[in-house]
Protein backbone atom coordinates (compact mmCIF):
# COMPACT_ATOMS: atom_id res chain seq x y z
CA UNK A 1 0.00 0.00 0.00
CA UNK A 2 1.04 3.57 -0.83
CA UNK A 3 0.21 6.88 -0.28
CA UNK A 4 -2.38 8.02 -3.25
CA UNK A 5 -1.22 11.26 -5.39
CA UNK A 6 -3.80 13.40 -6.56
CA UNK A 7 -3.31 16.19 -9.13
CA UNK A 8 -5.02 19.46 -7.68
CA UNK A 9 -4.85 21.56 -10.18
CA UNK A 10 -8.02 21.86 -11.47
CA UNK A 11 -9.03 23.77 -7.91
CA UNK A 12 -5.37 25.18 -7.27
CA UNK A 13 -5.04 28.55 -5.49
CA UNK A 14 -4.71 30.20 -8.73
CA UNK A 15 -8.01 28.96 -10.33
CA UNK A 16 -11.39 30.57 -9.25
CA UNK A 17 -13.52 27.78 -9.01
CA UNK A 18 -14.30 24.41 -10.78
CA UNK A 19 -16.53 23.16 -12.67
CA UNK A 20 -18.89 20.21 -11.16
CA UNK A 21 -17.18 17.42 -13.07
CA UNK A 22 -14.17 18.55 -11.82
CA UNK A 23 -15.39 18.57 -8.06
CA UNK A 24 -16.64 15.24 -8.81
CA UNK A 25 -13.37 13.96 -10.22
CA UNK A 26 -11.58 15.37 -7.07
CA UNK A 27 -13.50 14.23 -4.51
CA UNK A 28 -13.43 10.64 -5.67
CA UNK A 29 -10.06 10.75 -5.80
CA UNK A 30 -9.74 11.89 -2.13
CA UNK A 31 -12.93 9.95 -0.54
CA UNK A 32 -10.70 6.75 -1.44
CA UNK A 33 -7.50 8.32 -0.31
CA UNK A 34 -8.97 9.42 3.07
CA UNK A 35 -11.18 6.01 3.57
CA UNK A 36 -8.58 3.76 3.02
CA UNK A 37 -4.92 5.71 3.80
CA UNK A 38 -5.96 8.63 5.59
CA UNK A 39 -3.04 10.44 3.65
CA UNK A 40 -2.91 12.05 0.15
CA UNK A 41 -0.17 13.90 -1.52
CA UNK A 42 -1.46 16.53 -3.06
CA UNK A 43 0.24 18.27 -6.53
CA UNK A 44 -0.39 21.38 -8.31
CA UNK A 45 -1.96 23.29 -5.22
CA UNK A 46 -0.64 26.47 -5.96
CA UNK A 47 1.47 26.56 -3.34
CA UNK A 48 4.79 26.63 -4.46
CA UNK A 49 8.21 25.01 -3.37
CA UNK A 50 10.18 28.36 -3.12
CA UNK A 51 7.55 29.78 -0.23
CA UNK A 52 8.36 26.72 1.30
CA UNK A 53 11.66 27.33 1.20
CA UNK A 54 10.92 30.92 2.49
CA UNK A 55 9.13 29.86 5.33
CA UNK A 56 12.00 27.03 6.30
CA UNK A 57 14.53 29.16 5.48
CA UNK A 58 13.56 32.08 8.22
CA UNK A 59 12.31 29.70 10.25
CA UNK A 60 15.82 27.93 10.27
CA UNK A 61 17.60 30.82 11.19
CA UNK A 62 15.49 31.21 14.32
CA UNK A 63 16.26 27.80 15.49
CA UNK A 64 19.70 28.57 14.61
CA UNK A 65 20.38 30.65 17.49
CA UNK A 66 20.97 30.04 21.00
CA UNK A 67 18.76 28.69 23.39
CA UNK A 68 18.63 31.91 25.07
CA UNK A 69 17.82 33.71 21.91
CA UNK A 70 14.45 31.98 21.66
CA UNK A 71 13.50 31.49 25.14
CA UNK A 72 11.86 34.91 25.24
CA UNK A 73 9.48 33.51 22.75
CA UNK A 74 8.38 30.24 24.87
CA UNK A 75 5.20 28.74 24.49
CA UNK A 76 2.79 29.25 27.28
CA UNK A 77 3.85 32.33 27.71
CA UNK A 78 1.79 34.46 26.17
CA UNK A 79 -1.46 35.56 27.27
CA UNK A 80 -4.83 34.54 25.68
CA UNK A 81 -2.53 32.42 23.03
CA UNK A 82 -1.09 29.73 25.13
CA UNK A 83 -0.14 27.45 21.48
CA UNK A 84 1.93 30.54 20.52
CA UNK A 85 5.39 30.61 20.74
CA UNK A 86 8.49 28.17 20.59
CA UNK A 87 9.16 24.36 22.10
CA UNK A 88 12.69 23.33 23.05
CA UNK A 89 13.82 20.03 22.59
CA UNK A 90 12.59 17.26 24.20
CA UNK A 91 9.68 18.67 25.60
CA UNK A 92 6.57 17.54 23.64
CA UNK A 93 5.88 13.68 23.73
CA UNK A 94 3.90 12.85 20.88
CA UNK A 95 3.73 9.50 22.09
CA UNK A 96 3.70 9.85 26.00
CA UNK A 97 5.41 6.33 26.37
CA UNK A 98 8.64 7.65 24.72
CA UNK A 99 10.47 9.68 25.86
CA UNK A 100 10.34 13.53 24.73
CA UNK A 101 11.08 14.28 20.91
CA UNK A 102 14.18 15.72 19.56
CA UNK A 103 12.54 18.53 17.36
CA UNK A 104 12.03 21.63 18.24
CA UNK A 105 8.84 24.11 17.66
CA UNK A 106 7.43 27.67 16.70
CA UNK A 107 3.59 27.50 16.79
CA UNK A 108 1.69 30.25 15.17
CA UNK A 109 -1.75 30.35 15.64
CA UNK A 110 -3.68 33.84 16.32
CA UNK A 111 -1.71 36.28 13.67
CA UNK A 112 -3.59 39.69 15.13
CA UNK A 113 -3.07 39.39 19.03
CA UNK A 114 -1.19 42.56 20.48
CA UNK A 115 0.49 40.01 23.41
CA UNK A 116 2.20 37.74 21.61
CA UNK A 117 5.46 38.60 20.59
CA UNK A 118 7.65 37.90 17.14
CA UNK A 119 10.84 37.00 16.22
CA UNK A 120 13.29 39.60 14.67
CA UNK A 121 17.05 40.90 14.69
CA UNK A 122 18.12 37.70 13.04
CA UNK A 123 15.26 36.11 12.12
CA UNK A 124 14.25 39.35 10.74
CA UNK A 125 10.77 39.29 8.58
CA UNK A 126 9.92 36.23 10.25
CA UNK A 127 6.08 37.37 11.03
CA UNK A 128 5.57 38.56 7.82
CA UNK A 129 6.63 35.46 5.92
CA UNK A 130 5.11 33.01 8.75
CA UNK A 131 1.92 35.32 8.48
CA UNK A 132 1.52 35.16 4.58
CA UNK A 133 2.12 31.60 4.47
CA UNK A 134 -0.77 31.00 6.78
CA UNK A 135 -3.18 32.74 4.92
CA UNK A 136 -2.19 30.46 1.79
CA UNK A 137 -2.69 27.26 3.67
CA UNK A 138 -5.61 28.80 5.12
CA UNK A 139 -6.93 28.99 1.95
CA UNK A 140 -5.61 25.72 0.35
CA UNK A 141 -7.02 23.80 3.60
CA UNK A 142 -11.02 25.76 2.77
CA UNK A 143 -10.73 24.48 -0.67
CA UNK A 144 -9.65 20.74 0.60
CA UNK A 145 -12.91 20.70 3.25
CA UNK A 146 -15.16 21.89 0.19
CA UNK A 147 -13.79 18.52 -1.57
CA UNK A 148 -14.02 16.52 1.23
CA UNK A 149 -17.51 17.51 2.27
CA UNK A 150 -18.59 16.36 -1.69
CA UNK A 151 -17.30 13.36 -1.20
CA UNK A 152 -19.56 12.69 1.88
CA UNK A 153 -22.54 13.99 -0.20
CA UNK A 154 -23.05 16.62 2.59
CA UNK A 155 -23.28 20.10 2.28
CA UNK A 156 -20.07 22.16 2.16
CA UNK A 157 -21.07 24.20 4.70
CA UNK A 158 -21.07 21.59 7.59
CA UNK A 159 -17.23 21.93 7.34
CA UNK A 160 -17.11 25.66 6.59
CA UNK A 161 -19.31 27.01 9.40
CA UNK A 162 -17.01 25.24 11.78
CA UNK A 163 -13.89 26.58 9.96
CA UNK A 164 -14.48 30.43 10.06
CA UNK A 165 -12.22 32.18 12.50
CA UNK A 166 -9.17 30.28 11.20
CA UNK A 167 -6.39 32.80 11.71
CA UNK A 168 -8.17 34.84 14.49
CA UNK A 169 -8.72 34.38 18.61
CA UNK A 170 -11.62 32.25 18.56
CA UNK A 171 -10.05 29.45 16.47
CA UNK A 172 -6.74 27.41 17.20
CA UNK A 173 -5.31 26.68 13.99
CA UNK A 174 -1.81 26.24 13.88
CA UNK A 175 1.07 26.66 11.68
CA UNK A 176 4.08 24.93 13.31
CA UNK A 177 7.78 24.92 11.79
CA UNK A 178 9.87 22.08 13.04
CA UNK A 179 13.41 21.16 13.18
CA UNK A 180 15.29 18.15 14.17
CA UNK A 181 18.82 18.64 14.83
CA UNK A 182 21.58 16.32 14.46
CA UNK A 183 21.22 13.16 16.67
CA UNK A 184 24.23 12.07 18.95
CA UNK A 185 23.10 8.60 19.53
CA UNK A 186 25.31 8.54 22.73
CA UNK A 187 23.01 11.18 24.49
CA UNK A 188 19.84 9.66 23.31
CA UNK A 189 17.33 8.01 25.61
CA UNK A 190 16.45 4.64 24.98
CA UNK A 191 13.13 4.45 22.73
CA UNK A 192 13.21 8.31 22.04
CA UNK A 193 12.33 8.97 18.47
CA UNK A 194 12.16 12.19 16.49
CA UNK A 195 8.69 12.49 16.30
CA UNK A 196 6.83 9.93 18.65
CA UNK A 197 3.81 7.84 16.63
CA UNK A 198 0.71 9.85 17.12
CA UNK A 199 -2.31 11.13 15.15
CA UNK A 200 -2.99 14.88 14.90
CA UNK A 201 -5.91 16.11 16.70
CA UNK A 202 -7.85 18.47 14.98
CA UNK A 203 -9.40 17.93 11.40
CA UNK A 204 -6.89 18.25 8.69
CA UNK A 205 -3.34 18.58 8.74
CA UNK A 206 -1.19 20.01 5.24
CA UNK A 207 2.17 18.79 5.76
CA UNK A 208 5.78 20.52 3.43
CA UNK A 209 8.79 18.22 3.75
CA UNK A 210 11.60 18.11 1.73
CA UNK A 211 13.61 15.01 3.21
CA UNK A 212 12.63 11.75 4.01
CA UNK A 213 11.86 10.16 7.71
CA UNK A 214 8.30 10.35 8.03
CA UNK A 215 6.40 7.04 8.48
CA UNK A 216 3.10 6.47 8.15
CA UNK A 217 0.87 3.42 9.47
CA UNK A 218 -0.94 1.10 7.33
CA UNK A 219 -3.99 -1.00 7.64
CA UNK A 220 -2.47 -3.94 8.43
CA UNK A 221 -0.53 -2.54 10.91
CA UNK A 222 2.83 -1.94 9.41
CA UNK A 223 4.78 1.56 8.79
CA UNK A 224 5.65 2.81 5.40
CA UNK A 225 8.00 5.63 4.79
CA UNK A 226 6.35 8.03 3.40
CA UNK A 227 8.41 9.64 -0.04
CA UNK A 228 9.26 13.40 -0.85
CA UNK A 229 7.65 14.87 -3.62
CA UNK A 230 8.89 18.19 -4.47
CA UNK A 231 6.11 20.51 -4.72
CA UNK A 232 3.79 18.53 -3.46
CA UNK A 233 1.52 18.74 -0.07
CA UNK A 234 0.82 15.92 1.90
CA UNK A 235 -2.59 15.67 3.92
CA UNK A 236 -4.05 14.40 6.55
CA UNK A 237 -7.06 13.32 7.83
CA UNK A 238 -7.01 14.20 11.71
CA UNK A 239 -8.49 12.64 14.93
CA UNK A 240 -11.77 15.36 15.17
CA UNK A 241 -12.78 14.67 11.57
CA UNK A 242 -12.54 10.94 11.92
CA UNK A 243 -15.03 11.35 14.76
CA UNK A 244 -17.12 13.75 12.25
CA UNK A 245 -17.22 11.29 9.69
CA UNK A 246 -18.61 8.27 11.64
CA UNK A 247 -15.15 6.93 11.16
CA UNK A 248 -15.40 6.69 7.50
CA UNK A 249 -12.28 9.43 7.06
CA UNK A 250 -9.60 7.39 9.17
CA UNK A 251 -6.79 9.38 11.39
CA UNK A 252 -4.00 7.11 11.21
CA UNK A 253 -0.33 7.01 13.30
CA UNK A 254 2.32 8.27 11.75
CA UNK A 255 6.07 9.17 13.20
CA UNK A 256 9.39 10.48 12.69
CA UNK A 257 12.67 8.20 13.34
CA UNK A 258 16.05 8.96 14.02
CA UNK A 259 18.35 8.96 10.83
CA UNK A 260 20.63 5.71 10.37
CA UNK A 261 23.28 5.86 13.03
CA UNK A 262 26.52 8.24 12.01
CA UNK A 263 23.77 10.07 9.52
CA UNK A 264 23.85 13.92 11.12
CA UNK A 265 21.99 15.50 8.77
CA UNK A 266 19.04 17.85 10.05
CA UNK A 267 15.35 17.89 9.00
CA UNK A 268 12.71 20.33 8.77
CA UNK A 269 8.43 20.10 8.06
CA UNK A 270 5.57 22.68 8.58
CA UNK A 271 3.04 21.76 9.51
CA UNK A 272 -0.80 23.17 9.42
CA UNK A 273 -3.07 21.79 11.98
CA UNK A 274 -6.33 22.91 10.79
CA UNK A 275 -8.99 23.17 13.92
CA UNK A 276 -12.46 23.78 14.07
CA UNK A 277 -13.23 27.34 15.78
CA UNK A 278 -13.25 26.59 19.61
CA UNK A 279 -17.12 26.83 20.09
CA UNK A 280 -18.20 25.41 16.57
CA UNK A 281 -20.13 21.74 17.56
CA UNK A 282 -19.26 19.02 16.00
CA UNK A 283 -21.57 16.57 15.94
CA UNK A 284 -21.47 13.41 13.25
CA UNK A 285 -21.82 14.48 9.70
CA UNK A 286 -24.18 11.35 8.35
CA UNK A 287 -26.50 12.24 11.03
CA UNK A 288 -25.73 9.40 14.04
CA UNK A 289 -24.61 9.63 17.28
CA UNK A 290 -21.63 7.19 16.78
CA UNK A 291 -20.25 9.57 19.19
CA UNK A 292 -21.23 12.38 21.28
CA UNK A 293 -20.93 16.01 20.12
CA UNK A 294 -17.87 17.96 20.99
CA UNK A 295 -16.32 21.48 20.66
CA UNK A 296 -13.68 22.15 18.55
CA UNK A 297 -11.82 24.07 21.67
CA UNK A 298 -12.95 21.20 24.20
CA UNK A 299 -11.54 18.49 22.25
CA UNK A 300 -8.09 20.20 21.99
CA UNK A 301 -8.17 21.31 25.27
CA UNK A 302 -8.27 17.18 26.17
CA UNK A 303 -5.79 16.11 23.99
CA UNK A 304 -3.06 19.20 24.80
CA UNK A 305 -2.95 17.65 28.41
CA UNK A 306 -1.59 14.04 27.52
CA UNK A 307 1.31 15.17 24.66
CA UNK A 308 2.33 17.86 27.78
CA UNK A 309 1.40 15.93 30.80
CA UNK A 310 -0.89 16.91 33.03
CA UNK A 311 0.09 20.56 33.69
O1 LIG B 1 7.90 16.34 10.61
C1 LIG B 1 7.07 15.60 10.10
O2 LIG B 1 7.19 15.19 8.95
C2 LIG B 1 5.83 15.14 10.85
C3 LIG B 1 5.43 15.98 12.01
C4 LIG B 1 4.12 15.57 12.60
O3 LIG B 1 3.54 14.58 12.25
C5 LIG B 1 3.48 16.43 13.60
O4 LIG B 1 4.14 17.35 14.12
O5 LIG B 1 2.28 16.21 13.90
FE1 LIG C 1 1.48 14.60 12.98
Known amino acids: ?14 EEDVTDEQMHNLSKELETAFTEVGFVFLKNTGITQEEVYRVMDISKTFFLQPDEAKRPFSR ?10 WVSLGIEKLNPLRPGDLK ?69 TTLRSL ?66 TSDQFVSVLHRV ?22 EALISCCDGSNRYPPVTGGGYLTERFKSSYGQT
Open 1 to 14: MSIPVVDFGAYSLS
Open 76 to 85: NSFENNPNHG
Open 104 to 172: EAFNITSLCQGSIKWPSGAAKGFREIQTSFFHRCKALSLRVLRVMAHSLGVDPEVFLSAHRLIGTAGNS
Open 179 to 244: YYPPVNREEGKEGQLRCGEHSDYGSITLLFSVSEGLQVRTRSGEFICAPVIPGAVLINVADLMQRW
Open 257 to 278: LLPPAADSSTRQSLAFFVQPDD
